[in-house]
């Protein structure tokens, strides 16, 4: 069911592209205000255009979620606009590095800094303002590279994520507040076509990855946002400190 104006409100972070610009537009669909939240204003601005395309609401926040102020600006700005916060969905990230031989102490800091100290950030502002509101729900977005390995610094990022999800979890039930994550699969976006070269093949580069899910297939970010508008919603109101797999089943076939 759709919101009624001035319902829900959500922020979406990293929504330039990929699973977060999906997510925001899923949310739109559903009736919610959108806080769309990046760094790059031209495709933040896209995004802005897609959610009032389809709901009419949208606010557009230049931030980096490692920096705190720019956060606490972020939801500040949230509610000025719409006078609450419902629900966040934090897809926030940089993409992989090089591995642990090959990796700067800088850039491993740069990754901890958006991945994780990014999403402690934006949880912790987040509640704060959703316990006024009464309650609500956190996704994290973290990767199957929390469980399989990969890049080291990518992946002690998004273990924390997980980490960081269930101990907030714990914390924040009291006010309401549902946290959980999604464990992401390959998903089609920018950011995986830069970490994999794809360059003028992407499918053929793209092949081991897709073979490696039950589904055979790399997963479309349109999933990956339904997965988190359900583990926003009533629908999951029995649902926190858990870390939802959307990857095609690859981790199925491992562990």
Known sequence: MRAEPGGRVAIVTGAGSGIGRATAVAFAR?????????RRG????????LVEAVSG?????QADVSD????????????????RLDVAANCAARPPGGGILELSAADFDSTIATN???????TKYEAEAMRVSGGGAVVNVSS???????????SASKAGVEGLTRGAAGELAPYGIRVNALRAGLFDTPMLHEAWDTGDDAEAVLAPGAAASMLKRIGDPAEAAAAIVWLCSSAA?????????????TLARWV
């Not at 559903?30 to 990046?38: A, E, Q, T």
């Not at 609401?57 to 926040?61: F, I, K, N, Y």
């Open 116 to 122: 994780l100290r990014g999403a402690w950030l934006s």
């Open 237 to 249: 109101s029995y649902v926190t400190g858990t870390c939802l797999a959307v990857d095609g089943g």
């Open 57 to 61: 609401e949208a606010l557009m926040v």
């Open 144 to 154: 199957l590279s929390a469980v399989s390995g990969g890049p080291s610094g990518y």
């Open 30 to 38: 559903d009736g919610l205000r959108v806080v769309v939240v990046g």
């Open 42 to 49: 031209g495709a933040l601005a896209e995004t802005a255009g």
């Open 68 to 83: 705190e102020g720019e956060v606490r600006q972020m939801v500040e700005r949230a509610l000025e606009r719409f006078g």
